[in-house]
């Protein structure tokens, strides 16, 4: 068999099972409260609420930066964020779907027949690879296209430049959209593809994803505060989901933040390094 029919056959897979009821519909819930969330998080900066900021620092820093954000480079940050809204828990959702890729067919004890059919493991493999990077570069566009509606609009409401939506920023900041959704489809398909289980790898997705997150930030403000060095802190690029903000975000996405190229980097690294993980592991498993 082609790798065309049987990429047709992994689609066909996941969209005749109930959980791709639950992954569109979960994708369009998040994608509409991301979008609101990025107008209203936007909104909050221009108009900042100041009678919660009492005189001071603190009311200047706000005040300054909601100028800030009128200017040009500032209305292309402000663009590059709302285009890019919500993909810290959109991509999540390409996570799982890797994951249930992977292992629904352990599940369903549907492999056997698989490689029945198909005995170059490699290529079932690759066809697995390749659905996941079309749904994830699927909910990409799907969310791409909800926050280009809404951006002009934002634009236009707020008196800012509409040019800001077309500026390099902006253009980076959604490419780089498409790699985390890319690489966050390869993590879950090869993280599922090493377990097996798909209770078990989908606990383990979601524990790396919001768990991995909390730890590192713990053990390095707990190295910062041993050290004192400044450095220390940008190293919280090393947790999966806070690479993916890196390489998404216009600007710095933390203090001490490493460039965006470097949280690209670190998410290829452990997309890739998983995927060939679960490549290995199904074409050395024996037949289910």
């Known amino acids: 068999m082609n790798t065309t029919r049987l990429v047709a056959a992994e689609v066909l897979k996941v969209r005749t099972t109930r ?6 519909g979960g994708f369009a ?8 969330l990025g107008w209203a998080s936007g909104n909050s900066t221009l108009h900042p609420s100041l009678p919660d900021y009492p005189a001071g620092p603190g009311r200047n820093a ?3 930066q909601a100028a800030a954000a009128r200017t040009a480079s ?7 964020s709302m285009m890019t809204s919500g993909q810290f828990l959109l991509v999540l959702i ?3 779907l890797g994951v249930h890729v992977a292992t629904s067919e352990y599940s369903a004890r549907t492999m056997t027949s698989t490689f029945l059919v198909e005995p170059r493991r490699s290529r079932v493999v ?8 079309l749904f994830g570069a699927a909910f990409w566009a799907i969310t791409t296209v909800l926050d280009g509606v809404a951006t002009p609009f934002f634009l236009a409401a707020e008196h800012l430049p509409a040019s800001a939506v077309s500026s390099p920023v902006v253009v980076r900041a959604v490419l780089m959209g498409l790699l985390a959704f890319l690489l966050w489809g390869l993590f879950g398909l090869g993280l599922g593809a090493v377990l097996r289980n798909q209770v078990i790898a989908v606990v383990a997705a979601i524990a790396i994803y919001a768990g991995g997150f909390l730890v590192v930030e713990l053990i390095i403000h707990l190295l910062y505060d041993a050290f004192r060095a400044s450095w220390l802190l940008s190293l919280a690029v090393l947790a999966p989901a806070q690479a993916s903000n890196v390489m998404i975000t216009a600007g710095q996405a933390y203090p001490h933040a490493p460039p965006w190229w470097a949280g690209g980097l670190v998410l290829a690294g452990y997309g890739v390094t998983l995927a060939v993980a679960g490549a290995m592991s199904i074409r050395r498993s024996d037949i289910l």
């Open 62 to 64: 706000v005040l300054a």
């Open 74 to 80: 500032g209305a292309a940050s402000l663009a590059a």
């Open 19 to 24: 959980a791709w009821w639950l992954f569109t």
């Open 94 to 96: 390409t996570v799982l």
């Open 126 to 133: 690759l066809a697995k690879m390749i659905t996941c990077g």
């Open 29 to 36: 819930v998040v994608s509409a409260w991301a979008g609101a």
